[in-house]
């Protein structure tokens, strides 16, 4: 199993930002775990172009390799820039833009047939935990979002409570081990031994104060961090957090 940092940036970020990516390279060493950086699609270029231990990773693509999509950027076109990573199906892309998992499917296997590694992305809102809903929302949205080929070489997946981004609300420890159990059950079930080794991440209001806690949770295999990835002083303790789990 693979631990996994990842930094999602969202719409933040310029070229100054860079020198924050920088920084986190600097702090790390071999003992560390893999670290991602998800910038604006502005800065994948000048992101790769830093080197180093981190990669880069864009935050969504299109489902076509190709066409008349204004605005949109392919798998292929991100792979073109030197990221490996696509982050699929984030929330606020299933909000935002009416995503629905059969989109997001799609995505993904655009993203695997670019050589990307797709971070697809699942979680339940308030409404639906305090329905008492939230492994059936997550079992559909796995079932529908995963593609049936994913493998730990070209898939992550991370749980992020829509409730705990940005946010500043954590689920408690108990509820992030029930979520990340059932999703390996879940991945087990449906792609075999190999699930054993996709790395699962939480994602919501991880910071380097609860970091040690969340990655003490079994099947917890890093995070998916958003407005704490944005400096080297917030993100790098999550890091060596995830070093020592
Ligand atoms: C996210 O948007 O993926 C996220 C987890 O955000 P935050 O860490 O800011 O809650």
Known sequence: MRKLAAGNWKMNGTRASLSEVKAINAELDDTDP????CPPVSLLIPACDIGGKIGIGAQDCHMASSG??????????IADTGATYVIIGHSE????????????K?????????????????????????AGETLNVLGQQM?????DVATSQNTVIAYEPIWA??????????Q???AH??????????LGADAQNISLLYGGSVKGSNADDIFSVADVDGALVGGASLSAHDFVPIIKALSRA
Do not use: W, Y
């Open 143 to 147: 079932s529908g979002s995963i593609p």
């Open 176 to 178: 992030i081990d029930e």
């Open 106 to 130: 799609a995505k993904a296997q655009a993203a695997h047939k670019a050589g990307l590694i797709a971070i697809v992305c699942i979680g339940e809102t308030l409404a639906e935990r305090e």
């Open 165 to 174: 981004i940005g946010t500043g609300l954590v689920p408690t420890l108990d």
């Open 181 to 190: 159990r059932f999703m390996r059950a879940e991945l087990l079930t449906t």
């Open 34 to 37: 893999a670290v991602v950086i």
């Open 68 to 77: 008349a999509h204004t605005g949109d950027i392919s798998a292929n076109q």
């Open 93 to 104: 892309r299933r909000t935002d833009h009416g995503e629905t998992s059969d989109m997001i």
